[in-house]
């Protein structure tokens, strides 16, 4: 339902969800316009049979969402654009006591790692070539370090040659690059319902619109894909994918899906923004989306998800017709990479450090899903080599009074609000890489203790 007002019939139970989603759509298909007040929490309640608590718990929920503002005294009115401040999921505010912080989705901090910096920068100081220290030329670390990204891309599931190869300071820095060369202000692109959290902040400086598709439990929709490109009108341009364990609720596609969106997105004419923050950190998965539509696909990755958080450096694959125009994007937006992280991750790939790190990550986060399956139970979704676990909480549960009263035991989890498209069930994202060992068993039981019963079955 995409109008505006709501009838009675619209409205399903849960009720409040419902009204939150039917307000949603109409937002979005613009039946409801930027700074339209929406009815008082009694008068909407007595239009659609429901009661105020229901309008009031529809209301909170999207102004959650950031699709609405709540001013006292003048009630309720659709956000007029994007704000300046961007809301990020984790837990960023100062404390007396730092808290045990499962808000942040890092590595493992593994004491190898300092171990491989510190091995890495003695022997670079022996032998530092000059491009790292005076080159100026963004072509110049394409090809000097374009051959590294193209094999660790081989690892990836991505077999691209060097010269289709962007070098950027991270994967934000190539997913800006991958939005300004797909589409334009304006333009719609379509993401999962729940997905990466620097999207957001990202289409709105662009001044492009989010269209968040229907998922099952293998990821996307293809045909709903499909349906929402034509609805459109020909203003969707793009398809925003984490298949592989890196999005919110640490899915991963498997190759049937992966080859079916890549067909639904060539059908309806949409480019493919495939990120893969985490890389080659799940072992046998299926190949990239972007392998099946090579000459539509961005396809972008990176180096701190998966072995150090300080090694800011990423790698974008291009179809070759729109290369040259995001090497353009690159230089407007950042210059080039930095060519001395570039030379570390060179050094790291070339010898055997990248892939002990990468198996020692392995070993750790294996051992830590575990736990976390153990602790917090089923429901905490994930895989067994991921980052985090999602946890989805029961209809009716305060995702922020519990996410208040983890941190009021020194426990810092990221809400699910903070990754929704719009109007979602409440959950948490648990991220598993950056506290102690022992620290994050104490908080997973804090966290277990905190839950309803019947979040942990």
């Known amino acids: 339902m995409s109008h505006w007002p709501l009838r009675k019939d619209d409205i399903t139970r849960p009720a409040y969800r419902s009204l939150a989603q039917g307000i949603a759509a109409a937002i979005d298909a613009g039946s409801l316009r930027p700074g339209q007040r929406l ?56 404390t007396d006591r730092p808290p045990i912080d499962l808000s942040m989705m890092t590595p493992v901090r593994l004491p190898q790692i300092a171990g491989a910096w510190s091995a890495t ?7 530092l070539p000059d491009p790292a220290m005076l080159s100026f030329r963004p072509r110049q670390t394409m090809s000097l370090y374009g051959g590294m990204a193209a094999v660790w891309l081989a690892r990836c599931g991505m077999v691209v040659p060097a010269q289709r190869i ?82 919110p609720l640490a899915q991963i596609m498997d190759r049937d899906r992966r080859e079916a969106l890549a067909q639904a997105a ?48 990423g790698f974008l694959a291009m179809p070759e017709n729109l290369a040259e125009a995001a090497l353009n994007r690159h230089l407007s937006m950042a210059w080039m990479a930095t060519p001395l992280m570039a030379e570390i991750a060179q050094d790291w790939i070339a010898g055997d450090t990248a892939e002990a790190l990468l198996a020692a990550q392995r070993v750790e986060l294996a051992a830590r899903n575990r736990m976390a399956v153990r602790i917090l139970g089923p429901r905490a979704q994930g895989f ?43 959950a948490l994202r648990v991220s598993l890489g950056g506290a102690a060992l022992r620290d994050l068993e104490q908080a997973l039981r804090i966290v277990s203790a905190l839950l309803p019963p019947d979040s942990r079955i």
Not at 290 to 307: E, M, N, Q, V
């Open 39 to 94: 009815p008082p929490h009694r008068d909407l309640a007595w239009q659609l049979g429901v009661s105020v608590q229901t309008v009031s718990r529809a209301y909170e929920e999207l102004i959650r969402a950031d699709l609405i503002s709540g001013e006292v005294g003048r009630g309720s009115f659709v956000k007029s654009g994007p704000r300046e401040t961007i809301e990020v999921p984790w837990f960023r505010a100062p």
């Open 121 to 127: 920068l003695i022997r670079l100081a022996d032998r």
């Open 166 to 247: 962007l070098i950027t300071n991270g994967t934000t820095p190539a997913m800006f690059v991958a939005l300004l060369t797909a589409a334009q202000p304006g333009d719609v692109i379509a993401t999962e319902a729940v997905t990466c959290h620097t999207l957001k902040p990202a289409a709105q400086h662009l001044h492009l619109r989010l269209k968040g598709i229907a998922c099952d439990a293998q990821g996307m929709d293809p045909d709903a894909l499909v349906a929402a490109a034509r609805a459109s009108g020909g203003r969707m341009k793009a398809v925003f994918l984490l298949p592989s364990g890196g999005g």
């Open 266 to 313: 060539t059908r309806a004419g949409l480019m493919i923004l495939e990120s893969d923050p985490t890389g080659p950190m799940p072992p046998r998965r299926p190949p990239a989306v972007s392998s099946f539509a090579p000459d539509r696909s961005f396809y972008f990755t990176g180096l701190s998800k998966c072995l150090s958080p300080g090694l800011r450096i």
């Open 384 to 426: 067994l080599h991921g980052l985090h676990r999602w946890l989805p909480l029961p209809d009716g549960c305060d995702e922020a009074e519990v996410l208040a009263r983890a941190l009021s035991h020194q426990v810092a989890l990221a809400p699910g609000a903070g990754f929704a498209m719009g109007p979602a069930g409440p």
